[in-house]
């Protein structure tokens, strides 16, 4: 299936870099314009959700908005500094699927976009395959070599993440705020966390998740070889 | 209400002075009649007992007695101490026979005289004083029903007076607490304006129409703040956004060393925006707020000077150059303010100036005296100002959507403050047509001698200064 593409149109160049990297990271091809005047580039992007700023030169958010839906219906997601009531109203008068006020963390940004999509349509989470393990993607359900796993919600979270990154470290910082957010927690969490997934996970297999050290943790795939475990003998694949 | 009202008060108060006054002409009324009766029956005793001393001596005495006797007065004829003829003791008595009401021994002897005769008889008359009490009586019973009906009149004529007298009060009431419930347009106009009321409404117009302006003036305020505290945080959201982004992409994102030097260096420019940004911000709150500016004579020749070479080695860096053109060949007499915020505003203008100037071109300074100001013309080679936007721009956070696009990292309040700070000054800033009939020429205005801190701007040189700020 095809990736869903976002359309990003933000003046702010810094924010509009670091909206449509952390956009282009999740997945998604990413449109990002600066200004709103080169509405005809928008419409032939065909975006499966726009992400407006109001403010921007040329045309605000609110015009290429409906400019954008008179053409083709499009989900809109407004990231505006401004926060006046009649500014949402008029965000959703406009047809707005949400509306974030700024500052706004991109990991919040990106949730809401993929809520978006998924309503839509236009994102259907698999369950991602890493190996032997699968990890559903939009509840807390992880199977390993056909036994389902009981995790906690932000076991799920952490693994999802770590699977979403298969192949590559991922910081103790990067999991943290990544699950936890941004207010200060402890780092500890994390390891405490990755130790009680690793317990769970390794009673069906080897060590999935291996420790980099002084890096982080990474998730690595192990084939499916019922032969390799010790409970792999009732596997029935 | 709790308190009587001012007119049932002044009703009361004038009926109780009338039923004083009454009651005292009832007093002296009956008491000089009283006297005058009293002196009438003691004439007519006194006229009757010489009579009495001259009649015959061998009268018949019952009819003698019934000579002396009528309505008021009753003679008993006596010899030897017997009584022989005539009325009998008790002689008078308001009520039936038997009922001797009490005289006392002064009033009886007042009252009678005694005439004896040479055979010894003698003829007692004694004076009625009862029908005289009947008569006081009647007449103080009369005066009551009259002073009652006078007062009835009275307070009623009172009240009916006092309701159309005193109704602009209530009316003035009425207005009162229509204007407090939201009817703020209502006003009492007083058809007559001479008389006491007329005058309290009058009076009581101005006041209102005062406090009217007052919470006019006060609601335009707040929503003059309401909006730049909109446009301020909008405007410290974005960096603050900005920011917040970038770094989440410092820690999500995988890049490399010179990704990440590239992406630190935003959250390093940013975050230098968003304190330019705060800076500017507090410096509006302070030029809202009352200005108490240092005062000192400034000589604008050497602070221009020392504003251009500043300016032009911070022009060097984008490649223009800053140069002070013609200066005035007179002595340029000193303004009086606040130096620091005098240069201030040069500095806006001029990196204002710079930033719009095509690279390698010059902005000219110049100085002229004009009447009884100083003139700062500050001229660039730039893009120039459309002259619809000429005073837009003044306003706070307005930056043309050609310096926006290019992102030129201006708070939008550089010369909404300069002109704050010029008009403090008695002074103005203004964008007008540019002296070589292309780019931006800005001057600066300022008075020599400044009066006030007020906004006391000059309004005589050019058609387009009616903006407030």
Known sequence: ?????????????????????????????????ADGRDLDAMVAF?????????????RDGFQIAAALRARRDVPVLF??????????????????????????????????ARAILRRTGHLHIDTLTVGDLTVHGEEPRVVRRGAEIDVTATEWRLLLHLARNRGRTLSKTQLLTHVWGYDAFDPNLVEVHISALRRKLEAHGPRVISTVRGVGYRLDAVDPDPGAGDNGAGDPS | MKAPSLRRRVTWLSIAVMAVLL?????????????????????????????????????????????????TIRATISRDGESVAG?????????????????????????????????????????????????????????????????????????????????PLDEMAAAARRIAAGERRLRLRPSRVDTDLGGLATSFDTMVDSLDGAVHRAERSEATMRQFLADASHELRNPAAAIGATAERLIHGHHDQAEREALALDVVRE??????????LLDVARLEGPVDREREPIDMVALLAEEVRRGDRAASR?????????????AVPPVTGDRAALARTVTNLL?????????????EVGLRVDGPRVIVAISNDGPGVPVEDRERIFDRFVRLDEARARDEGGSGLGLSISRAIARSHGGDVRCVDPVSGHGATFELFLPFVNAGTGEGREDDHSSDAGHGA
């Not at chain 1, 593409?5 to 999740?26: F, G, N, P, Q, Y």
């Not at chain 1, 500094?81 to 706004?104: C, I, S």
């Open chain 2, 23 to 71: 009651v005292a002409l009832a007093a002296v009324t009956a008491g000089l009649m009283s006297q005058r009766l009293d002196q009438d029956l003691r004439e007519r005793l006194d006229a009757r007992a010489e009579l009495a001393s001259t009649v015959p001596m061998n009268s018949d005495l019952d009819d003698l007695a019934d000579r002396f006797t009528d309505d």
């Open chain 2, 87 to 167: 009325v009998q003791e008790p002689p008078f008595g308001p009520g039936g026979p038997g009922f001797e009401p009490s005289l006392d021994a002064d009033e009886v002897a007042r009252l009678t005289r005694t005439v004896e005769l040479d055979d010894g008889t003698t003829i007692s008359l004694r004076g009625n004083p009862f029908d005289n009490h009947r008569v006081i009586a009647g007449l103080v019973f009369v005066e009551f029903v009259v002073s009652g009906v006078l007062i009835a009149a009275v307070a009623l004529t009172f009240r009916l007076v006092a309701r159309r007298a005193l109704a």
């Open chain 2, 318 to 330: 984008v490649g223009a150059t800053v140069r002070l053109a013609a200066t005035p060949t007179v």
């Open chain 2, 351 to 363: 990196d204002n100036a710079v930033h719009h100037a095509p690279a390698g071109s010059a902005v």
């Open chain 1, 79 to 112: 990231v505006t500094a401004r926060d006046a009531l009649d500014d949402r109203l008029t965000g959703f008068g406009v047809g707005a699927d949400d509306y974030v006020v700024k500052p706004v963390a991109l990991v919040e940004l990106a949730a809401r």
């Open chain 1, 1 to 33: 299936m095809e990736p869903p593409r976002i359309l990003v149109v933000e003046d702010e160049d810094t924010l509009r870099r670091a909206m449509a990297d952390s956009l282009t990271d999740e997945g998604y091809v990413v449109g990002a314009f």
């Open chain 2, 271 to 280: 975050s230098h925006r968003l304190g330019r940004l705060v800076d500017d």
């Open chain 1, 46 to 58: 065909s975006a499966d959700l726009a992400v407006l700023d109001v403010m921007v030169p040329g």
